[in-house]
């Protein structure tokens, strides 16, 4: 059957990433028999120019239609003085919200070709490999009450909520042994169970959906201990599980350890395996519109949406090795350009792992 992906290029270098993705994705329906149908939509500051908000209506009723949406990114100082709730980046939070996309998988990945661009030392990095998959549309950034409020003594007072329901808990537990049981099925559980109530909910459920997991092996970690450990001895874990912010956190601090920004893709999924790919940089306001962005991040999250949402894993590899095979031909953008490498532009990038697709497997 034919299936539906609605693509989101945004604000800043997010046309050209997209543009690049867009020609792998009909390089595979043309010669590799992907059998997709795609549309485009505004969102984030495209589209508060052309329709005064950042998620139309009609973007919002073509990615509920689509079984995949491929986003570039959103955002730009321009918007920065608009109202909160129309600003960019309330469409990207709208569109996770709306579809329920509630696990955020975030792989580091560490290649090998890239080594010099981390700043850990060679020995602790090298053959990195992890998948943080944080929960997304839950807990403290979303629970009430909130606000700013004023105490009877006359000063303000802040407060957030944590707050995590056992069926919340639970399916973002499935989704990460699942994850597991396609790779190494080692699974390490972050909370701070020892200060927060809710976190102890947290273990207590892990603990027991880990029974119909028997092939996985489950640990626990602090999150202090797991911040700790990511930059100390980061080749120990395979899969993390963790809540909205801890994961947050962590996410980015294992992004780093990899020490290339434009390299890194992210999936966040529904119940039913439908996603939101896209790379985990902003807008790149900077070198918008220069040809100078790395695209390869939007085609690896091009890579996990054949995955797992169109279950396509033969051209998933096939083309996460032809981003290895543009790798070893020594190409890169200027973000992960060490000395001697031939820098390409972001077209240029786009079209070789076009090419590489041919020759690889
Ligand atoms: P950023 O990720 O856009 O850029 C940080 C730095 O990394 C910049 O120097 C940029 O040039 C570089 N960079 C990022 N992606 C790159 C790529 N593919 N190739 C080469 N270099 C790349 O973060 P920022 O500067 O903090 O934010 C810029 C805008 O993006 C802001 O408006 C922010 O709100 C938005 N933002 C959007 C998302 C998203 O759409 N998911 C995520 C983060 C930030």
Redesign the pocket.
């Known amino acids: 059957m034919t299936k539906k992906i609605l693509v989101l290029p ?1 604000d ?2 997010g046309p050209e ?1 997209i543009a690049a993705a867009i020609n792998v994705l009909k390089k595979l329906q043309s010669d590799f028999g992907l059998n997709v149908e795609m549309e485009s939509a505004l969102v984030g500051g495209a589209a508060y120019d052309a329709h005064g908000k950042p998620l139309p209506e009609a973007t919002l009723k073509l990615a509920k239609e689509a079984d995949a949406v491929l986003l570039g ?5 321009k918007y920065e003085s608009l109202d909160i709730a129309v600003r ?2 309330k469409g ?1 939070l709208g569109l996770r919200a709306e579809l329920s996309l509630f696990s955020n998988l975030r792989p580091a990945f560490l290649y090998p070709q890239l080594i010099a661009s981390s700043t850990l030392k060679p020995d602790v990095v090298s053959g990195l490999d992890i998948m943080i998959v944080r929960e997304l549309t839950g807990g403290i950034y979303f629970g009430e009450p909130r606000g700013i409020r004023r105490l009877e003594n006359g000063e303000r007072q802040g407060f957030n909520t944590l707050v995590y329901a056992e069926s919340e808990i639970r399916r973002i537990g499935r989704s990460a042994f699942d994850t597991a049981m396609k790779r190494n099925k080692q699974l390490c559980s972050v909370d701070k169970a020892n200060v927060l109530e809710c976190t102890e909910l947290w273990r207590e459920v892990m603990i027991e959906l880990s029974k119909d997991y028997p092939e996985v092996v489950l640990s626990h970690m602090y999150v202090d201990n797991a911040a700790m450990q990511l930059v100390r001895a980061p080749r120990q874990f395979d899969v993390m599980v963790t809540t909205n912010m801890f994961g947050d956190i962590l996410s980015d601090t294992a992004a780093m350890l990899t020490g290339s ?2 390299m890194l893709p992210s999936a966040s999924l529904d119940a039913e395996g439908k996603g939101m790919y ?2 985990i ?7 918008a519109g220069k040809n ?4 390869l ?1 939007t085609l690896l999250s091009v890579a996990m949406m054949l995955r797992y949402t169109l279950n396509e894993a033969e051209l998933a590899n096939r083309l996460e090795h032809a981003v290895n095979a543009v790798l070893n031909q020594g190409l890169r ?3 992960i350009a060490s000395e001697g490498a031939t820098v390409v532009g972001t077209s240029q990038m786009g079209e070789a792992v076009v090419t590489a697709l041919e020759t690889v497997s």
């Open positions: 945004g800043g270098i990433i990114a959103v955002g730009s100082p960019p980046e990207l920004i434009g896209e790379p940089h902003g807008s790149a306001p900077d070198i100078r962005a790395n695209p991040a953008t200027v973000d």
